[in-house]
């Protein structure tokens, strides 16, 4: 049997690594792998762009896309603490605590395979025709965020979870996590039209789908991980106060 104090430890490192994941996979994907503004390159750009594109940065992406995935592998023992704490909330059935589940550890998957791919296309890209570098790309693109309904289904869950809550204090606020969340679930359906805009608001890097999306994306992240954290401190001060 684990002791109580290991325990809640481990819970309430994990908890927090949600604000760490996020802020190491802006950093890898993001910054080192150029999959954020400035550095993205254009879904309008030709293939010898491209080719171009990913002979010259061949090594900052790759050491980026390493990162990026290990980031990604957090995130998913985060979605799995944030379950634990949903579970011990919900009443009957648990299944808000199993969607977001499913719907966290696939998003973090996805948060993996999509870097290996571009790190994939980094090391050999120099050998391939530049018509398939620009094939690779987008379809690295299109399975990274082509699978937004697993996204949807995690922030679908803690938000109807936040709305619901009868709680006298709430795992997640009502206002911030419970409506917000459903909003930017029913919202990242906009990620379904990528493949068709290059060049507008929808593109892969345009304002909906790059700005939008991703920016909401992980501060609502760290929300959540803020609000799992405060509520470990909670039961942690309460437990302290029974022991004395």
């Known amino acids: 049997m684990v002791r109580e104090s290991a325990e809640n430890k481990i819970q309430m490192w994990l908890a927090a690594s949600g604000t760490f994941c996020v802020i190491l996979y802006v950093i890898g994907w993001g910054i080192l792998g150029m999959c954020i503004p400035p550095w993205i390159p254009k879904a309008s750009m030709s293939s010898q762009e491209f080719f171009d594109f990913y002979r010259d940065h061949s090594s900052r992406i790759m050491w980026g896309m390493t990162i990026g995935s290990f980031a990604a592998g957090l995130f998913m023992a985060f979605s799995c603490q944030v379950s634990a704490q949903m579970w011990q909330r919900e009443k009957n059935g648990h299944v808000l605590a199993l969607v977001q589940l499913i719907g966290g550890v696939l998003t973090g998957w996805v948060g993996m ?36 309904w697993v996204t949807i289904a995690q922030f679908g869950a803690i938000g109807l979870m936040a709305l619901f809550d009868d709680d006298e204090i709430a795992l997640f606020p009502r206002r911030s996590a419970g409506v917000t969340g459903t909003v930017l679930a029913v919202s990242y359906v906009s990620l379904a039209f990528i493949p068709f805009d290059h060049t507008g608001a929808f593109s892969y890097d345009g304002l909906v789908n790059m700005y939008w999306v991703w920016i909401t994306f992980f501060l609502y992240c760290i929300w959540v991980s803020v609000c799992c954290v405060k509520d470990l401190q909670r039961k942690s001060v309460g437990i302290q106060s029974l022991a004395q």
Do not use: N
């Open 113 to 148: 395979v999509g870097p290996m791919m571009w790190l994939g296309l980094a090391e050999f890209s120099t050998q391939l025709d530049p018509a398939m570098v620009k094939f690779i790309h987008f379809l690295t693109w299109y399975t990274f965020d082509g699978t937004y």
